[in-house]
Structures are given as C-alpha cells and as structure tokens.
C-alpha cells in the first residue's frame, strides 16, 4: 500500500502570501490530521478532518483552515503568511479516529 | 490538558549499548501511547503503540516499550543500538474520545558513537 503523500515537498513564500498544502491518505484510510512541527514550539496539532467533516481544532488562529474531500483527500490553507509560518507541516492518516495515524514526509514550508 | 514529558533532550549511547528512553504523560482518561521517530527532514515513522492488554509491547527495528500505568510511563527500549538508530524519538498520546489529537512530547535526540 501507498503511504502518505504530500505535496509540494517546499514551498518558499513570502509574508502577505497564502499557500495551500495537499495531503493523499493511505487507500482505505477516512481520517486526516495535520501538525506544525517548529524548532521552538516543536509538535503540535491543527486539526482533523473525517467523513469531510472538521472533528477537531488546534489552538491556531483563524489564518489556517482546511477541507477533506469526498475521496479522502484533505488540503489546508494558510492565508497572510506570516514569518512565524516557516515550518514543516506533517499529514496523517488513519482508518478512522483514535486509530493509528501514519505520517507522510511533510511540506517545508520557508516564510520569507 | 493532556501532557508528555522527554525527559531527555539528547542523549549518546555507544553502538551495540542498551538504550532506554524516558517518557511520562499527564494521568488522565485511558491513554493510547506511541513512539515515532523521525530522521532529518523526513516524516515521523511509528515504531510502536500501545492500546490496552499486555503492558509490554514489541515494535519495528528491535524497539520495545512497557506501560506502567503506576507511574504514568511509557518507556522505550533497544538492547543493542545500531548507529543506524540515531535520530529524533517523538512519545505522543491520545485519549480514548479525543479523537486524533496526539500531544507528543518535545522529542530525545540520540546520537549514536561507533
């Protein structure tokens, strides 16, 4: 079976700028989850999607949203890029909620 | 709020030395625990988890770890480390109703000596 997949791998912005980020779970899998991993605020967690629907939200502003498609798929948004944005934002996947979550290799995102 | 403690921000061991690496989580609704690691620049990679029964539990690359609800630990262990095993060790856990929400720790970083 396939992982995770991300794309793009980088992404280079500059502030004022928004990105989006896409993120294929594993076949089968019907649960997305995203992370920001920073250096100084390390792993934490913005939010899950399942059946399209938002379960579950981390404590970010309202700058980064997301979606789940009907195949699964999940994009997330994050519109006026700021300097503090700079980080690798890592998807999961897993059949359902409170299943294992399996990680794809994350988008560098660089805030310039 | 749920939380997980490394003790540990780095730690080197010699190859072939035993390894054990600490972690602790805040008591709480039953927990499901896990240990992923990470290698530069790439994504996290379970190496194991714990959901309910036997405490001891076995993972991928020779990795175990023990549960003890006692002391709210979930401690991960390697008898014999290869240097291949350097990298970044990430404990998450999530509660049982809290749907895919991992709190991970702030992560071990172990350097492997030849």
């Known amino acids: 079976k396939a992982g995770v997949t991300q794309t793009p791998r980088y992404l280079i912005k500059t502030r004022g700028q928004q990105v989006t980020l896409s993120c294929s779970p594993i076949?089968?899998?019907?649960?997305v989850s995203w992370y920001q991993q920073t250096p100084g605020q390390g792993l934490q967690f913005l939010f899950e999607?399942?059946?399209?629907?938002?379960?579950n939200k981390g404590n970010f502003p309202g700058r980064f949203s997301g979606r789940q498609f009907s195949n699964s798929r999940s994009e997330m948004n994050v519109s006026t890029l700021e300097l503090g944005d700079s980080a690798l934002y890592l998807c999961?996947?897993?059949?359902?909620?409170?299943?294992?979550?399996?990680f794809g290799p994350g988008t560098r995102l660089t805030v310039l | 709020a749920q939380s997980v403690t490394q003790p540990d921000i780095h730690i080197t061991v010699s190859e072939g030395a035993s390894l054990e690496l600490r972690c602790n989580y805040s008591?709480?609704?039953?927990?499901?625990l896990f240990w992923y690691v990470q290698s530069p620049g790439q994504g996290l990679q379970l190496l194991l988890k714990?959901?309910?029964?036997?405490?001891l539990v076995q993972g991928i690359k020779g990795f175990e770890a023990e549960f003890k609800r006692s002391q709210s630990s979930f401690n991960l262990r390697k008898p014999s480390v290869h240097w291949s095993d350097a990298a970044e060790y990430f404990c998450?856990?999530?509660?049982?109703?809290?749907?895919?929400?991992?709190?991970f720790g702030t992560g071990t970083q172990l350097k492997v000596e030849l």
């Open positions: 999961a996947s897993s059949s359902v909620p409170s299943d294992t979550q399996y």
């Open positions: 714990y959901f309910s029964g036997d405490t």
């Open positions: 008591y709480g609704a039953t927990p499901y």
């Open positions: 999607y399942f059946s399209e629907t938002q379960r």
């Open positions: 076949s089968g899998h019907r649960s």
């Open positions: 998450a856990v999530v509660y049982v109703g809290g749907g895919n929400k991992l709190t």
